[in-house]
């Protein structure tokens, strides 16, 4: 069995090594065709500031219809697929209690609703919402506090996971905190719950971790009609026969040994570390046919194992997936190195059949990305198919077959710290198709592990060689590194990571946000300060480097100009002209003290005299927050530029290439009473249907701009290190501009 588990890991493995065999799948691919805020749903006279949810979501029978979760709204809500391209707002229905999961029968749907005091004292019912007329029907009491709930197949019962879950803050969260948790399930007639026929399996005595205190999760049921129950915390797997209500096995979910992971909090992503014997703690759990059913390991309390596994219902382990998960996470930009103690932290899956191919989905929390499996049978690995960008902490996620169709429902609305809301993704699978995401990706580096990368903030051409890019990530690691980008494909590739260092060693306190080729060889970058922090303040740097990342200069601000800084510094950097006419440009994001509102500076050094000089740049009016510069790109007899707001989603009004000629302009020399000349712009590109046309949210950081050897042109976004972002980063080729 070793030897079964370890090829089908290295299987996946290899498949993860080699993107581009994404594209060469015989399989169709899915792509994401549109996404709904769920702020959009809002019933009259709701607190639009206050947070929603889309946390675990179904479908009414004719597949039209998407019922989603809202426990902080203590509603669910009705979004209108039957154009699945463009989803509208269908209602929602208000209960008394806050909404886990739905079920539709007919045209009834079944909600678990909790509605517990405290978690000492849990209760909650089922409640019934006829769909026409968006009302309450009924409610059945649970007697606890209701979590999965799920139909079987030939429509006979409908069971929910009671999971009188633990108080994470008494004792750390140790169990057992009574009351136990238990299996609650029904039998359904005419389309109809029959409220009379509620059986209680009780779960007790069952596992070996505290089995006084089970705390059921998520279930599954087969055509059988036995469902599969995971206890989470207990780390346990129980089947129960619905026809007699008899437990029929019941098995330790196990541990997993894991290598080559990064589980330190140093800001770097180091793939060096390892776990011993973690337990699995299973989420979501999902039959792949009578006798196979494959778990999510969330990993959420003492676990941390970071992917998916499969079993029989005797309990055997038929595979599971390693590291393979982590690694591509890793690969995508999208590991989360803020919150990786437990990794990318799968809690999603789904299991459905597309065109006679069974498809496995598999969703991580922690890095907001969706895997698509294809399931071999019996005991082969499944085969890696793709990955899809999920929203921020895809935690529902259904299929629909029959309209060839897949949705996610993502829980965490980050509006308060003017991010993106929950939505609802919807994707659709398209024969014949190319995966269009991701975009950009990273191979493998010397020590045959995943380059990682993140937070791209500044990109520049080489000078001779076409599709040949490098970029800077910014303040979100602890090391600043120069990437070398393939762009003659798509997905772009990273090749290479070089590492910025000083005496040898990696260079510290450093924020780059812009990066450009010297004429010399080398490069300049910028280096962005935050003068107002309390603690450690630093000052904007424009750093030399040498091919090797050996930092040669870093210059700092004359002191008066430094001392007008803001905390919004260095974004973009350009060079004009060699040797002793040689200029390097650097980009100011937002107004400083000493500038008039609405223009910022575009400051002038040259190395030869070590002058400074400055002209300005007029922003446009923000219809929402600021205005901004991200990017400074020379190009002809000026610059290219990128202003943007810093709006995500449907409040994103600007992102756009300007252009600012130079001819005839003589920059002030700092200091002197001489007014700085203002640049006239011209609005090049406007970037917002570039970045509408992934079909997801209109992403806030537009930061980097290349033009390459060639003359084409490239644009891509940050994802701030996957910190309060989805960490979706789009890379666009945009060809030749007019």
């Keep these: 069995m070793r030897s079964l588990l370890l090829a089908g890991v290295s299987a996946l493995v290899l498949g993860l090594a080699v993107p581009s065999a994404q594209a060469q799948s015989p399989a169709p691919v899915f792509n994401r065709i549109a996404t709904f805020n769920v702020i959009d749903n809002l019933p009259a006279g709701a607190d639009a500031a206050k947070p929603t949810s889309a946390e675990i979501i179904t479908f009414t029978e004719d597949g039209n219809t998407l019922i989603y979760s809202d426990s902080p709204g203590q509603r669910i809500g009705f979004v209108d697929i039957t154009d699945p391209a463009a989803p509208k707002p269908a209602g929602v229905v208000a209960l008394e209690g806050e909404p886990t999961t739905t079920v539709v029968i007919g045209g009834k749907a079944y909600v678990g609703v909790n509605t517990s005091e405290s978690k000492s004292k849990p209760s909650g019912h089922l409640a019934v919402v006829d769909i026409a007329s968006r009302k309450v029907e009924d409610k059945v009491d649970l007697g606890g506090q209701p979590d999965a709930v799920t139909k079987s197949p030939d429509g006979r019962f409908l069971a929910i996971a009671i999971e009188n879950e633990r108080d994470e803050d008494i004792n750390e969260g140790a169990l057992p905190q009574l009351p136990a948790g238990n299996l609650t399930y029904f039998e359904v007639k005419d389309g109809r719950v029959v409220d009379a026929s509620k059986k209680v399996v009780e779960l007790t005595g069952l596992a070996s971790v505290a089995p006084e205190d089970p705390e059921p999760e998520y279930l599954d049921i087969n055509s059988k009609n036995e469902v599969v129950v995971t206890l989470q915390e207990n780390n346990h797997i129980v089947v129960v026969d619905l026809n007699t209500g008899k437990v029929t096995s019941s098995f330790s979910a196990g541990t997993v040994s894991l290598d080559k992971i990064d589980t330190k909090k140093d800001g770097v992503i180091d793939l060096t570390s390892a776990m011993k014997d973690t337990p699995r703690e299973p989420d979501t759990v999902q039959w792949l046919d009578d006798d196979r059913f494959v778990i999510a390991n969330e990993g959420d309390w003492k676990g941390g194992t970071r992917g998916f596994s499969i079993f029989d219902k005797t309990g055997k382990l038929l595979f599971d997936s390693g590291v393979a998960p982590e690694h591509m996470a890793v690969r995508v930009g999208h590991y989360p190195d803020k919150r990786n103690k437990k990794g990318i932290e799968m809690e999603g899956a789904e299991v459905a059949t597309f065109d006679g191919q069974k498809l496995i989905f598999v969703a991580s929390e922690r890095g907001s990305l969706v895997y698509v499996y294809r399931d071999k049978g019996g005991t082969e690995a499944p085969e890696f198919l793709q990955v899809l960008p999920g929203g921020v902490g895809p935690e529902g996620l259904m299929a629909i077959p029959k309209r060839d169709l897949f949705v996610t429902a993502a ?164 060079v004009t002209g060699s040797g002793a006419d040689e200029t390097v440009w650097l980009a100011v994001q937002r107004e400083w003290k000493d500038d008039p509102k609405g223009f910022v500076k575009i400051l002038a050094y040259k190395p030869a005299d070590k002058s400074w000089t400055y002209v300005r740049y007029p922003l446009d009016k923000p219809a929402k927050g600021w205005m901004g510069l991200s990017e400074l790109t020379a190009y002809k007899d000026g610059f290219l530029v990128i202003e943007r707001d810093n709006q995500v989603g449907p409040n994103a009004k600007t992102k756009k290439l300007t252009f600012v000629s130079l001819k005839g302009v003589t920059p002030a020399a700092l200091g002197s009473e001489a007014q700085p000349p203002v640049l006239t712009k011209t609005e090049v590109k406007d970037l917002l249907p570039l970045l509408a046309a992934p079909h997801g949210y209109v992403l806030d950081k537009v930061e980097s701009f290349a033009i390459d050897a060639a003359g084409n042109a490239f644009i891509v976004t940050d994802n701030d290190g996957v910190d309060g972002s989805s960490g979706e980063t789009e890379f666009f080729a945009i060809g030749k501009l007019n």
């Design 411 to 574: 829980e965490t609305d980050l509006r308060e710290d003017g991010g993106i809301g929950s939505v609802v993704t919807v994707y659709q699978r398209q024969p014949g198709a190319k995966p269009a995401y991701p975009t950009i990706l990273s191979e493998n580096g010397p020590d045959g592990l995943p380059i990682w990368w993140s937070a791209l903030s500044g990109f520049a051409a080489d000078p001779k060689e076409p599709g040949k890019l490098y970029a800077v990530t910014d303040s979100a690691y602890a090391q600043a590194r120069i990437l070398t980008v393939d762009a003659t494909s798509l997905p772009a590739k990273i090749t290479k990571a070089t590492v910025l260092t000083v005496d040898g060693k990696p260079a510290k306190g450093l924020d780059l946000e812009g990066i450009a080729v010297r004429p010399e060889g080398g490069f300049w970058v910028a280096s962005e300060g935050n003068p107002e922090k309390k603690e450690n303040p630093t000052q904007n740097l424009l750093v030399r480097v040498d091919a090797d990342g050996t930092v040669a200069e870093q210059i700092a601000l004359p002191e008066a100009l430094a001392a007008q800084a803001t905390r919004f510094g260095f974004e973009g950097v350009a």
